[in-house]
């Protein structure tokens, strides 16, 4: 079911590479939307265990700050496991004018992929 955005940045972590890779094409199209249909996002109370659950231990890692009143395609959100909290999903090709900002993330010596502070 597809509901208006709130205010709060849809946040979504790719690879450097792939990040490279959409500014060429002008779009932002990660193998999810080819598999699933949709790109993965979440929230900023979300990310942390996103993070720690997907991404623990991949090296060249970014965060895309996203302004979802730029995004053009349908944004539902959604659960798609079973568990109560929804997440975000863009439903097509993530413009490159919607990414507002792109962090850099690093690991630890762990491989707990390391968030900034406001997120």
């Known amino acids: 079911m597809a509901h208006p955005a709130p205010p709060s940045p ?7 590479a792939d990040w490279e890779e959409a500014q ?8 999810s ?4 249909g949709f790109v993965h ?9 996103v993070a720690a659950r997907f991404f623990r231990g991949q090296p060249g890692l970014v965060l895309l ?19 109560d909290g929804l997440f975000p999903h863009v439903y097509g090709a ?5 990414v507002i900002e ?15 502070c406001d997120f």
Do not use: F, K
């Open 10 to 16: 849809l946040l979504h972590i790719a690879t450097a």
């Open 24 to 31: 060429a094409r002008g779009r932002y199209e990660p193998a």
């Open 33 to 36: 939307l080819a598999s699933e």
């Open 41 to 49: 996002c979440s929230w900023p109370a979300q990310i942390a265990g």
């Open 65 to 83: 700050v996203i302004d979802a009143e730029r995004v053009r395609c349908p944004i539902r959100h959604e659960n798609l496991e079973g568990g």
């Open 94 to 98: 993530l413009e490159l004018d919607a």
């Open 102 to 116: 792109v962090r850099r993330l690093r690991t630890d010596p762990d491989g707990a992929v390391v968030l900034p």
